[in-house]
């Protein structure tokens, strides 16, 4: 039997690990975006690029004998996750989503929403003028034209053009600390924070760190997950899904 596992998120690497752990006879294959230079390989067969769109990726279903896809990319790669819906339908292999939960404000968070990060640099003027910047390297186009403002980009690989001229490069890869959140913010002088509901404890501790200091943040919502495609939000559950898709009991279910 054969999984095929769209990856390159801490759930998707948790799942490799309980599969290899408590499977080992079952075929997993972790697909990687290869948008990372040195990412963090989980066990089992790993491939990584792009497979060509939906039709390329249902090409590669059918000619690897993939019994179940698993898209557990990151909440925003929505392009992706249409194309596993497209591709799924395609070559008929069941299809499950693993997302993490997104974010939820408290009483004492300063949240302003937006749907895009274009929506998102359209705020910022009027919140701040030094903003820590924590979307990633992709889509800071976006932001390139507010020459009065001045950011720190935080990202794991150093971003390319265009991008804001006024800007200073944190190379940081998380999970994050409180403590070195409240660090960041006070050492260059934050007043706005920019993010993406990308939900997960890792990066979270940046809004405890903005909510202490009273500190706007500007949260982009999640894409939707393509209708039709089941959910979970854990590692395990998506275990008990690939157990009862496959039928073969070579996997132990569990609550």
Known sequence: MHVLILGGTTEARRLAEILAAEAPDLKVTNSLAGRVAAPRLPPGGVRIGGFGGAEGLAEWLGAHDVDALIDATHPFAGTISLNAA????????????????????GDADVWHEAAS??????????????????????????????????????????????????MEVLLDRGPFTLDGEREVLSRHGIDVVVTKDSGGAATAP???AAREAGLPVVVVRRPPTPRGVPEVADP????????????????????
């Open 86 to 105: 497209t591709a799924a339908g395609t070559a008929h292999v069941p299809l499950l989503a693993l997302r993490r939960p997104g974010w939820v404000p």
């Open 117 to 166: 990060l274009e929506e998102a640099a359209g705020l910022l003027p009027a919140l701040g003028r030094r903003v820590f910047l924590t979307t990633g390297r992709m889509g800071l186009a976006a932001f390139a034209h507010l020459e009065d403002l001045w950011f720190l980009v935080r990202s794991v690989d150093a971003p390319e053009s265009p991008r804001p001229p006024h």
């Open 206 to 208: 940046k809004l405890m």
């Open 236 to 255: 395990r559950q998506a275990v008990n899904w690939i157990s009862d898709r496959l039928e073969q009991g070579i996997l132990p279910a569990s609550d």
